[in-house]
């Protein structure tokens, strides 16, 4: 076996109730002030606030970025970087979606590498690491609290650019389940689907490792387990637990291992649609998966029966495809819309669809794939993601 890292972030609190040991954990590491990095609707839910109050009771002061309310692009880290400069801050939280933890994870390796983030575009390129990073999700999908990446936009180019770097990781990680409840059903589903695939890409990624293949698996199961009902009702508790839990798994496995193709294809159709990361994932799913098979049925045939499949006494291409229709049953369950459903013109993604494809190759992604696709070939399935 090839050494390899296995990297998290050095301290994790998981569990409900897990924000109230926030600040203590803050005072004891010596940080002084923060900059909360948010946006909007989590100010309006007042948790904002009451992560102010929870530093300030350990003595910690803090000032408020609470600009991120689209995906996150080089404008929301400028200003957030400036802010915190202006504050004199030593330390950055970061609280909600993926959104705003991928943007505080630039803003804080911003405070020591000069320059601006699209100096550092792709893998490795940052070279000194950056302040103490807070990550607090809200939402279990992303698993960008765990993870050594951030996806920032340009919006000149209309690229997602992937940032990764040991740098990025979160000092600490507060992933507490009660923060998901007032998250709506299409963003559960969304980012819940997300979640799946990082599980799902990292378990059958060409840099898989032995210390991943276990996250993978638990994250593949309980989410698969317990989507439908968090989606279904938001408030049961239980549900949106196990949901937190798996995205936390799925986060750590594909940091460690890596995504795949859906991933690759993913980001161009968001950056040039504006669609949800975790819906434009939810579109490629299943037809990624059935090209993906031939590639690794063994593994494929594991994913169906962590996603609840009976496939004992299959043959094993019969037992890969049940993760196929799984995938597409589970789609289909929590109501995620479709490209067509969300006003997509076909022939604009069939234009798009040479140029997207060179985006996802670039990326390094489809690399890791079982299967590795020729540029043909992802146009082909970008066609067929549309037709599904
Ligand atoms: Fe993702």
């Keep these: ?33 923060a900059l909360i990095v948010s946006d909007k609707i989590m100010a309006g839910l007042g948790l904002v606030t009451k992560v102010e109050e929870l530093l300030g009771a350990n003595g910690i002061a803090s000032a408020a970025y609470t600009g ?47 320059g601006s983030i699209e100096q550092y575009k792709g893998i490795g390129k940052l070279t000194l690491p950056g302040v103490p990073l807070v990550a607090i999700p809200t939402t279990a999908g992303t698993g960008s609290e765990a993870t050594l990446y951030t996806v920032i936009t340009d919006q000149k180019t209309d690229v997602k650019m992937l940032i990764g770097s040991p740098y990025l990781m979160p000092t600490i990680a507060v992933v507490d389940p009660m923060l998901t409840l007032s998250s709506p059903p299409g963003v559960t589903a969304a980012t819940g689907v997300d979640a799946l695939v990082h599980a799902i890409e990292a378990y059958v990624s060409v840099k898989r490792q032995p210390m991943t293949d276990i996250f993978c698996l638990s994250a593949i199961e309980l989410i698969s387990q317990n989507i439908r009902q968090a989606w279904s009702n938001g408030n049961n508790v239980e549900a949106r637990e196990k949901m937190m839990l798996g995205a936390l798994q799925a986060g750590i496995a594909f940091s460690n291992s890596s995504v795949a193709l859906v991933h690759g294809m993913s980001r161009p159709i968001g950056a040039h649609f504006h669609i949800a990361h975790g819906v434009s994932n939810a579109a490629l799913l299943a037809v990624v998966t059935q090209f993906s098979l031939i590639g690794d049925p063994v593994r494929y045939a594991d994913v169906a029966r962590a996603m609840g499949e009976q496939v004992t006494g299959l043959p094993v291409m019969e037992a890969a495809d049940l993760a196929v229709k799984a995938i597409r049953r589970l789609v289909r369950d929590i109501k995620i819309p479709s490209l067509r459903q969300l006003g997509v013109e076909r022939e604009r993604l069939l234009e798009l669809a040479p140029s997207m494809a060179d985006a996802a190759i670039d990326s390094g992604s489809p690399a890791n794939n079982p299967r590795k696709p020729t540029r043909q070939e992802i146009i082909e399935l970008y066609q067929l993601a549309y037709d599904e």
């Design 1 to 33: 076996m090839q050494p390899r890292e296995f990297i998290t972030p050095a301290h994790m609190v998981v569990g409900s109730g897990a924000l109230e040991q926030m600040g203590a954990l803050c005072r004891k590491r010596g940080w002084t002030k």
């Design 68 to 114: 991120v309310n689209t995906e996150p692009v080089v404008e929301y880290v400028q200003e957030g970087l400036q802010l915190y400069r202006d504050n004199a801050c030593d330390f950055v939280v970061a609280v909600g979606g993926g959104s705003p933890i991928d943007a505080a994870k630039a803003i804080a390796v911003l405070v020591t590498n000069s």
